[in-house]
T-cell receptor
Framework: SAVISQKPSRDICQRGTSLTIQCQVD?????MFWYRQQPGQSLTLIAT?????????ESGFVIDKFPISRPNLTFSTLTVSNLSPEDSSIYLC????????????FGPGTRLTVT | AQSVTQLGSHVSVSEGALVLLRCNYS??????LFWYVQYPNQGLQLLLK??????LVKGINGFEAEFKKSETSFHLTKPSAHMSDAAEYFC???????????FGSGTRLSIRP
């Protein structure tokens, strides 16, 4: 299994600022994903972040708004830039475990409120 | 492209009654299918997954799901609902167990005493 921690767990930010979310995994993983869950909604994939390559963004998400870093096999950051109230969501990272089940594990999420 | 459709954004059943949450998928290749549960203010937890082995998949907390290719369905059931089952349930699909997961819109399950 993989244990994932995210920082911060929640934050309240002002419009126009940025928030960087950290995702730390207790083991080395190749594949990491960032998801957004808007209030009362399902999870939407933002991007896939593999170590050693540029993140791959899903339709509707751009690097200028959601820059991602993946410096090593246990860590990644997602920045949400130029915040607006519409960015108020829970942001989750997930990883694919390196055991035989290749199960995907989810972090606890970061709850962002933009005022 | 892959997608899942969850029928019913909200399902309410009595305690002890059968739980049935519906999910239909679309996939150009044999899919991997998942059911996740999210309790209020908590993270996602995997209930069960289908990975092309047995079509009837048993998960945690007494839940199970049956993969029906002819109906492109993967409905989640539990014979007897418990108050603790009240949560949001998400059906999801991926190309493999190690690729990105596409989630359905979710079904909120309420349990009546």
């Amino acid at each position: 299994s993989a244990v994932i921690s995210q920082k911060p767990s929640r934050d309240i930010c002002q419009r126009g600022t940025s928030l960087t979310i950290q995702c730390q995994v207790d083991s080395q993983v190749t594949m990491m994903f960032w998801y957004r869950q808007q209030p009362g909604q399902s999870l939407t994939l933002i991007a896939t972040a593999n170590q050693g390559s540029e993140a791959t963004y899903e339709s509707g998400f751009v690097i200028d708004k959601f820059p991602i870093s993946r410096p090593n096999l246990t860590f990644s950051t997602l920045t949400v830039s130029n915040l607006s109230p519409e960015d108020s969501s829970i942001y989750l990272c997930s990883v694919v475990g390196q055991d035989v089940s290749y199960e995907q594990y989810f972090g606890p999420g970061t709850r962002l409120t933009v005022t | 492209a892959q997608s899942v459709t969850q029928l019913g954004s909200h399902v309410s059943v009595s305690e002890g009654a059968l739980v049935l949450l519906r999910c239909n998928y679309s996939s150009s290749v044999p899919p991997y299918l998942f059911w996740y549960v999210q309790y209020p203010n908590q993270g996602l937890q995997l209930l069960l997954k289908y990975t092309s082995a047995a079509t009837l998949v048993k998960g945690i907390n007494g839940f199970e799901a049956e993969f029906k290719k002819s109906e492109t369905s993967f409905h989640l059931t539990k014979p007897s609902a418990h108050m603790s089952d009240a949560a949001e349930y998400f059906c999801a699909v991926s190309l493999s167990s190690a690729s990105k997961i596409i989630f359905g819109s979710g079904t909120r399950l309420s349990i009546r005493p």
